[in-house]
């Protein structure tokens, strides 16, 4: 695609190549260093930047066990956000070179963009910051734990590649019912429930696809909430039957 269109009025001349790390459809897995290094080589080969949607830069950070830097080092501009692994309320920013940055300031503002009294979500994203290498292995811990759990169930409605789970997400294939249905069960609680478990858990999922859903672990997850779903989890599997 980046050669596609050099010299041919037939396709769009390629300016920028953007990448997701970690990536969110495949379930939150890790760019290498070394792919990030391979491609910004090329980009820079034919004059194209390279921009890094780090919404969950952190997570790869950890994962990888690098700092941050040496993971947007290999790129010309990144973004990162605070209210997803980071667990702040609100928030991101936009990194690059000064020119950059200054003429993204200057689109800002020419589109309406501003906020006044922002210092109590600036200090809600230094919280998460300051967390990370506290509350990220955590996460990724209770994702993993999640996985292994809801593979001993050995269910055929319910699968997980364990080798996928690197970060703070967990893809769960579905056969045999919606993934609609699924989530559905998932959310509801009942006596029968109680009478089994002994507890009334609600496990919020949202379906991925149409024979996935998707679970998300961030700082307000504990373990004990990891051990919970995968009670409920249990108790819905059972319910389908074999």
Not at 68 to 92: M, Q, R, T, W, Y
Not at 209 to 227: G, L
Request: proline share 5%; charged share 20%.
């Amino acid at each position: 695609m980046v050669t596609r269109g050099l010299g041919s009025p037939y396709h769009p001349v390629c300016e920028l190549i953007c990448l997701e790390n970690t990536h969110s459809s495949s379930g939150g897995r890790v760019l290498p260093i070394d792919y990030l290094r391979q491609v910004h080589l090329l980009a820079r080969s034919y004059g194209v930047r390279v921009h890094l949607d780090g919404a969950r830069l952190m997570n790869a950070a950890v994962a990888l066990q690098v700092p941050p830097a040496c993971i947007v080092e290999h790129c010309d501009s990144v973004s990162l956000c605070f209210s997803k692994g980071l667990g702040a309320p609100a928030g991101a920013l936009v990194g690059g070179p000064k020119d950059f940055i200054e003429e993204a300031w200057r689109l800002r503002k020419a589109l309406g963009g501003g906020m006044r009294q922002s210092g109590v979500l600036a200090a809600a994203a230094l919280v998460g910051l300051a967390d990370v290498e506290r509350v990220l292995p955590r996460d990724h811990q209770n994702a993993r734990r999640f996985a292994k759990g809801l593979q001993e169930l050995a269910s055929p409605i319910c699968s997980v590649d364990l080798a996928a789970v690197e970060t703070n997400m967990v893809m769960v294939r579905v056969d045999g019912l919606p993934p609609e249905e699924l989530c559905r069960r998932l959310q509801a609680v009942s006596a029968d429930e109680m009478a089994q478990t002994g507890h009334a858990v609600r496990v919020l999922l949202f379906p991925w696809s149409e024979r996935s859903v998707r679970a998300v672990w961030h700082r307000d997850v504990s373990a004990q909430d990891t051990e919970l779903a995968l009670k409920k989890w249990g108790f819905v599997l059972r319910q389908l039957g074999p």
